[in-house]
């Protein structure tokens, strides 16, 4: 794998081995000397805590050096464009540079202008591919397979890059999705991929896992919900609309009252700190492949 920019990169004997080596990776303390001497970039132009913290941490756990640089005090403050930030880090040599841009295609750019590996750390509303990831191994972990696992992603589709990755992630490995929301939140023709609609709440506890997610009101260009509360009303995810057992999941941040309830949140039913924990096997799993892939994980852990 040279770089990860999309799910489209992969396929589902890729996804497999990924998951198996966060499998391995999960739970190891210690760091491993896997990627001694390699530097591993963070280019964060948008807010971010989980990703952000996850990929420094995994990239220090594979024994990498890391640097990371936030748009904002840096020299993009001053105009400097993509394309001139990345030449001018390259003279670091970094091994592997982990972006997030609100621009679609800012990964891909890099990628052409880097000799380093790029991994798409999410991309504006196009693609976030090391989040499904982690989502796939938070339901694996939980639901023992993923084939013929019926999954509902439930919200702002439309402007979400989560559930474009995640939907297509679960449609290689055999899943069986449903995104449900208000019509105006629902991407038009994905019916022809395969993927079923509703506009109806109810539609949730026919799933085995519901997947909450945020309503995107900064990628949002005009109203698309006629109020907050109406939402909230409407489509938040509520204990009285799940049946007992149903998992729940939510890439964060969460906006409690909103699209789900804290009750919910907080549940036992809730995947959603097994997620957290999943990002950084997962980022590890990730990072060793593009940059260690002939190092064998046992063997690594074992050193440690």
């Not at 196009?126 to 023992?144: E, I, K, S, V």
């Not at 990730?286 to 892939?293: I, K, N």
Request: net charge negative; aromatic share 2%.
């Amino acid at each position: 794998m040279r770089h990860l920019i999309s799910i489209a990169d992969l396929d589902r004997a890729d996804i497999e081995r990924l998951l198996e080596t966060a499998r391995a990776l999960d739970g190891i303390e210690e760091r491993l000397p896997t990627l001694t001497g390699r530097l591993v970039l963070t280019l964060f132009y948008e807010s971010s805590t989980r990703t952000s913290s996850s990929f420094e941490l995994a990239a220090k756990r594979l024994s990498a050096e890391t640097m990371s640089i936030r748009a904002t005090g840096s020299a993009v403050d001053k105009g400097e464009s993509l394309k001139d930030t990345v030449s001018t880090l390259s003279a670091y040599d970094p091994a592997a540079i982990v972006i997030r841009h609100p621009q679609v295609g800012a990964p891909l750019l890099v990628a052409r202008n880097a000799s380093a590996h790029v991994v798409n750390a999410g991309d504006g509303k196009h693609q976030h591919p090391t989040q499904a990831l982690l989502d796939l191994y938070t339901m694996r972990q939980a639901f023992g397979g993923l084939d013929g696992l019926h999954v509902a992603i439930v919200g702002d589709v439309l402007h979400s890059r989560v559930a474009r990755s995640l939907t297509q992630a679960l449609h290689l490995v055999g899943a069986q999705v449903t995104l449900v929301g208000p019509p105006t939140l629902l991407p038009r023709g994905v019916e022809a991929d395969g993927v079923a609609t509703s506009t109806e709440i109810a539609a949730v506890g026919e799933a085995d896992c519901v997947y909450v997610l945020r309503l995107q009101r900064e990628r949002m260009e005009s109203a698309h919900v006629p109020s907050l509360r109406e939402y909230a009303a409407r489509w938040g995810i509520t204990p009285e609309r799940l049946r007992p057992g149903q998992k729940v999941m939510h890439p964060g941040p969460i906006n409690r009252g909103l699209e789900l309830d804290g009750r919910v949140a907080d549940s036992p039913d809730s995947l959603i700190l097994e997620q957290v924990r999943a990002g950084l096997a997962v980022r590890m799993a990730v990072l060793h492949d593009l940059l260690a892939a002939d190092a064998p994980v046992a063997e690594a852990a074992a050193v440690a």
